[in-house]
């Protein structure tokens, strides 16, 4: 989970996620080694006034600094679309989950299974446990299976929401009418916070999300659960 003082990424619970952090690092290496690169040439033109001279007319820097760009933009490209598609692909899902977001509270329906819906409402303050976080948890948790392939469905049912869990790399766009899909896995178990990415109203920043990792034979004693009740 996010703190205050965190800089970098959260820690993945799904192999995109990972792969998502692997091309951060990659992107990160290729902007610090551009940065000192052109800091370097910049003090060296401020402090030693001979060497403009070579930069005013010449043909071999000007093929030099065209194509070191244009092989920087490859290194990154290359990941970048590879990671694109990754995202965008759906497989045969073992677990189908449909959210729709209302305001200010979130709505799931397991659609694989009969009767199991409900909503999940942030809890209040006043009504928290000391081992509960502030403005995070809520009453009811999305459970889901981990080491198994998750389809999540999402929809609204007045306003834009958006449907974001940093640590699964997923953020989808909640939208009224539509139905839009994401594909995911959980490779731990745990509590995985999210919230509403989208600006839909006074109550925005008190729609959290949160994610129950739980091992395929527990869940399937929580469906049975929840299908009696």
């Known amino acids: 989970m996010a703190t205050w003082k965190m800089f970098l990424l959260q820690d993945s619970a799904s192999p995109l996620m990972e792969q998502l952090s692997f091309f951060h690092d990659h992107t990160l290496m290729i902007l610090l080694m551009i940065t000192v690169l052109v800091g ?8 030693n006034k001979y060497n403009y001279r070579y930069l005013l007319e010449g043909q071999t820097i000007e093929v030099i600094w065209t194509i070191l760009p244009a092989v920087t933009l490859i290194f990154i490209a290359l990941p970048s679309l590879r990671l694109l598609y990754l995202l965008d692909e759906i497989n045969n899902p073992l677990v189908s989950m449909k959210t729709i977001g209302h305001q200010w509270y979130w709505s799931y329906e397991y659609t694989d299974f009969k009767n199991i819906e409900f ?16 403005l995070l948890d809520v009453d009811n948790r999305a459970v889901l299976p981990y080491n198994s392939q998750i389809r999540l469905m999402v929809t609204a049912a007045d306003v834009l929401h958006s449907w974001t869990i940093p640590a699964l790399s997923v953020k989808i766009d909640a939208t009224p009418g539509r139905l839009n899909q994401v594909s995911f896995i959980l490779n731990r178990t ?5 919230q ?10 008190f729609m959290p999300i949160v994610i129950e990792s739980i091992s ?8 049975t659960k929840m299908g009696e009740t």
């Open 190 to 194: 745990g509590l995985f916070f999210g």
């Open 40 to 47: 370097y040439l910049m003090s060296s033109l401020f402090f």
């Open 119 to 134: 909503d999940s409402y942030m809890i209040p303050t006043a009504e928290l446990k000391k081992s509960s976080f502030r």
């Open 196 to 205: 509403c990415s989208e600006i839909c109203g006074a109550n925005h920043s």
């Open 216 to 223: 395929p034979s527990f869940f399937i004693k929580w469906v």
